[in-house]
């Protein structure tokens, strides 16, 4: 006979728990960098020219920063990216004005260097850019001048052809069927793949009615991308403004989207975004986003171009959209209200 206490098996009940609020967090103390030489790349097709960029296969060094030497490393690398941005700008600029107003020879002006602009000339503080600025591609002229830079003395011209026949090979994809794809000489369905539209009617013609072949048919949707962009970026906001209430400790959510400081006033978020604490976003929610959001350019099924206004009704959960054939299901204006002719 074995003999158990009542309160050793009493516990409350799960369901009246109240759920306790995880707080997971990711801490960085030093960021380490490690670099390499650079090198003819072999590995990329860019959309003209040869010269592609790589790197050595081991690097050369290694430093450590802490975050703020890292954040301050960044921004003077920035800058005179910057710097010399602007000062080919001034450059081309002085050329052009130079050779109109008939003051030098073009021959003359051209030989004008960067290095005759000052940097007094400049306006960098003011000059304001965004991150994708210092990832722009390169030409084919400041490729050969990096790799010349960086100790590559010979630079294989042989690459050069090898990406010009990628390029070309890569225009002709896709099958030509017109609408409708037959299995038996649908060119993608014989390969085995699926036939893939980007845009309209290209690369494969085929619409979703009309195509039978029988790996499938991939249809790029922008509304659905767009809505998952939207969604991401309205999580993030969401966490970003925990995370500032956390540390502040005197903005309070009331429950409706919006916050309130201590004396009672309500204001939206800083991105005029409308969020829920659950971290859900209802209709509402997304509608809000989407009214503070830009003007989207969009195309019906003529192909003509239109730029749709803000929208009416917008669900993150969207159905199929056919960007080839709006006679059945929604098209991609319907989510939009009266679009105008651009």
Request: proline content about 4%; hydrophobic content about 30%.
């Amino acid at each position: 006979m074995h003999c158990y206490r009542k309160d050793a098996y009493q516990s409350s009940s799960i369901l009246k728990r109240e759920k306790r609020m995880r707080t997971r967090r990711v801490h960085f103390e030093k960021v380490t960098v490690y670099y390499f030489s650079r090198r003819q790349g072999f590995t990329s097709v860019p959309s003209q020219g040869g010269s592609t960029l790589g790197m050595s296969s081991r690097h050369s060094c290694v430093r450590q920063y802490t975050l703020g030497e890292f954040a301050m490393e960044q921004e003077k690398i920035h800058r005179d990216m910057l710097r010399d941005h602007l000062k080919e700008e001034k450059l081309n600029s002085i050329r052009l004005r130079l050779t109109k107003n008939g003051s030098v020879e073009s021959e003359e002006a051209n030989a004008l260097t960067l290095d005759d602009i000052s940097d007094d000339d400049l306006d960098i503080d003011n000059t304001e850019v965004d991150e994708y600025f210092f990832l722009q591609p390169l030409t084919t002229k400041k490729r050969r001048t990096l790799l010349r830079s960086s100790g590559v003395k010979k630079i294989d011209v042989e690459e050069k052809h090898e990406l010009r026949a990628i390029r070309v090979s890569r225009e002709d994809c896709g099958c030509d069927c017109r609408l409708f794809c037959d299995p038996e000489t649908c060119a993608c369905s014989l390969a085995g793949i699926k036939c893939q539209v980007d845009r309209m009617s290209f690369p494969c013609g085929c619409t979703k009615e009309g195509c039978s072949n029988a790996a499938g048919r991939i249809e790029f949707n922008p509304i659905r991308v767009r809505t998952h962009f939207l969604h991401t970026i309205m999580k993030l906001e969401l966490e970003k403004s925990r995370e500032q209430q956390q540390n502040s400790g005197t903005i309070a959510p009331n429950g409706n989207g919006f916050h309130s400081d201590p004396n009672g006033h309500c204001s939206p978020l800083a991105t005029g975004t409308f969020l829920s604490q659950s971290g859900e976003l209802s209709q509402m929610e997304f509608q809000n986003y989407m009214n503070n959001n830009r003007q989207d350019t969009s195309y019906n099924a003529s192909g003509k171009c239109y730029l749709a206004e803000q929208p009416k009704e917008m669900s993150h959960n969207l159905p199929e959209v056919s960007l080839v054939d709006n006679t059945k299901g929604p098209t991609l204006l319907d989510a939009f209200a009266e679009p105008t002719p651009v």
